[in-house]
């Protein structure tokens, strides 16, 4: 079983600082099977970014993802008021076929 | 534009079933596979396991052995039953649509792009 362990558990940014949340495999990932959400409170997940690094529909440009392996980033360039919230990294495994979670990064507003 | 709607009962005794149930709508429910993930309160998302339309499973192996996901296509819901439940499973319940989407050869890309607002269910005597 792959577990995905993200860092840190908190960051503390200000509107227009850059973000950079990380996502470590225990082993290698398929990158086109790498997937990060954005969870806001009292809602349901959104998908941001898939295979590694595209844009979900609807998804700004400001959100990238990035990364091989084990290791994966979701990097916020500029961030916006509505961008804080917890992200979480996902990883669907094929044998047999099962997703796991990383265990969040809250984005908190500095 | 895809639409989840799920309901199902809030509260159970310890040792009751729980069951929820997901409806689709505004899309195609073949060619996808349809989810459940829940989140114990302050805590991060579980998946539970899938269904497609055709009723194949595929299902979280530590919750296997308590869960049953079965599959409506006449109505497209998708259901799902956890059994002997505890207050551990005290959740919010979420279902989802999984999508696995070519990118070129052998490559797919798998990942979770609608979901349903989600139900509390709390378990408690």
């Known amino acids: 079983e792959i577990v995905l362990t993200q860092s840190p558990g908190t960051l503390s940014l200000s509107p227009g600082e850059r973000a950079t949340l990380s996502c470590r495999a225990s082993q290698s990932v398929s990158s086109s099977y790498l997937a990060w959400y954005q969870q806001k409170p009292g809602q349901a997940p959104r998908l941001l970014i898939y295979g590694a690094s595209s844009r979900a529909t609807g998804i700004p440009d400001r959100f990238s993802g990035s990364g091989s392996g084990t290791d994966f980033t979701l990097t916020i360039s500029r961030l916006e008021p509505e961008d804080f919230a917890v992200y979480y990294c996902?990883?669907?495994?094929?044998?047999?076929?099962?997703?796991?979670f990383g265990q969040g990064t809250k984005l908190e507003i500095k | 534009q895809v639409q989840l709607q799920q309901w199902g009962a809030g509260l159970l005794k310890p040792s009751e079933t729980l069951s929820l149930t997901c409806a689709v709508y505004?899309?195609?429910?073949?060619?996808?596979?349809w989810s459940w993930i829940r989140q114990p309160p302050g805590k991060g998302l579980e998946w539970i396991g899938e269904?497609?339309?055709?009723?194949?499973?595929n299902y979280n192996p530590s919750l296997k052995s308590r869960v049953t996901i079965s599959v409506d296509t006449s109505k497209n819901q998708f259901s799902l039953k956890l059994s002997s439940v505890t207050a551990a499973d005290t959740a919010v319940y979420y279902c989802?649509?999984?999508?696995?989407?070519?990118?070129?050869?052998?490559?797919?890309?798998?990942?979770?792009?609608?979901w349903g607002k989600g139900t509390t269910v709390t378990v408690s005597s």
């Open positions: 996902q990883q669907y495994g094929s044998s047999p076929p099962t997703y796991t």
């Open positions: 505004g899309g195609s429910f073949s060619g996808y596979y």
């Open positions: 269904i497609n339309h055709s009723g194949s499973t």
């Open positions: 989802a649509r999984g999508t696995a989407v070519s990118c070129g050869g052998d490559c797919y890309n798998y990942y979770m792009d609608v």
